[in-house]
């Protein structure tokens, strides 16, 4: 940017946009000085230079008609940009749109697998917890039966004892009720095998 000041101070500022129009403006002048006197040069800097040198010596009301041809095509080519930019944006928003559309499915996807795997694992929890009760009052039962009145007595005693059990008393009863459940699981896939049948509903005892 040129900038002069005046005797007031005053800033007076040329800006770069008049000075582009002019450049432009002397760049179709001498466009069209080449194609009527190219002929009469030896070479094309020198006609680019007579060019130059003629436009240097045109009134401002010749230049103006170039001016007006320069404002005019830099018009058409800012209204041209404008449109590719806003063309561009579209383009960059639908592709934004898709991926995030696509990454909301996948994110959908990954939390119903998730979920299906959660609820598949606590049925599997569950069901070895139940195995491992049930492997609890078998012996609970062999025990103690002889110390209560009847069978309804003994139960509701062994319940209360499991109840009463840690995580670590638990345990040898858990592993018992996985290694039963395993060779359970694979004796029927063997069953299914040999007779070509399909069974369901047995893969939370798969090993």
Same mark, same amino acid.
């Given at each position: 940017?040129?900038?002069? &000041?005046? @005797?007031?101070?005053?800033?007076?500022?040329?800006?770069?946009?008049?000075?582009?129009?002019?450049?432009?403006?002397?760049?179709?002048?001498?466009?069209?000085?080449?194609?009527?006197?190219? =002929?009469?040069?030896? $070479?094309?800097?020198?006609?680019?230079?007579?060019?130059?040198?003629?436009?240097?010596?045109?009134?401002?009301?010749?230049?103006?008609?170039?001016?007006?041809?320069?404002?005019?095509?830099?018009?058409?080519?800012?209204?041209? !940009?404008?449109?590719?930019?806003?063309?561009?944006?579209?383009?960059? /928003?639908?592709?934004?749109?898709?991926?995030?559309?696509?990454? $909301?499915?996948?994110?959908?996807?990954? &939390? @119903?697998?998730?979920?299906?795997?959660?609820?598949?694992? /606590?049925?599997?929890?569950?069901?070895? %917890?139940?195995?491992?009760?049930?492997?609890?009052?078998?012996?609970? !039962?062999?025990?103690? &039966?002889?110390?209560?009145? =009847?069978?309804?007595?003994?139960?509701?005693?062994?319940?209360?004892?499991?109840?009463?059990? /840690?995580?670590?008393?638990? =345990?040898?009863?858990?592993?018992?009720?996985?290694? &039963?459940?395993?060779?359970?699981?694979?004796?029927?896939?063997?069953?299914?095998?040999?007779?070509?049948?399909?069974?369901?509903?047995?893969?939370? %005892?798969?090993?």
């Amino acid at each position: 940017m040129v900038v002069t &000041r005046s @005797k007031s101070g005053a800033t007076k500022k040329i800006t770069k946009k008049s000075k582009a129009v002019m450049d432009h403006a002397c760049s179709i002048f001498v466009e069209e000085f080449m194609e009527v006197y190219r =002929d009469k040069f030896p $070479d094309r800097n020198s006609v680019i230079k007579a060019g130059k040198e003629d436009w240097i010596s045109l009134t401002d009301s010749n230049k103006d008609v170039f001016v007006a041809k320069a404002e005019k095509r830099d018009a058409e080519f800012l209204i041209k !940009m404008e449109a590719n930019k806003q063309d561009f944006t579209k383009k960059v /928003t639908r592709a934004k749109s898709g991926t995030t559309k696509k990454a $909301d499915t996948k994110i959908a996807v990954n &939390r @119903k697998v998730a979920e299906r795997a959660s609820k598949k694992a /606590t049925k599997k929890a569950k069901a070895v %917890m139940d195995h491992a009760f049930s492997i609890f009052m078998n012996e609970f !039962m062999k025990l103690y &039966r002889e110390k209560f009145p =009847d069978i309804d007595s003994a139960a509701k005693a062994g319940r209360e004892k499991w109840i009463s059990m /840690t995580h670590f008393d638990k =345990d040898p009863y858990v592993a018992e009720a996985k290694k &039963r459940d395993a060779e359970f699981f694979l004796w029927v896939e063997r069953f299914a095998s040999e007779r070509k049948i399909r069974i369901t509903g047995l893969h939370w %005892m798969q090993p």
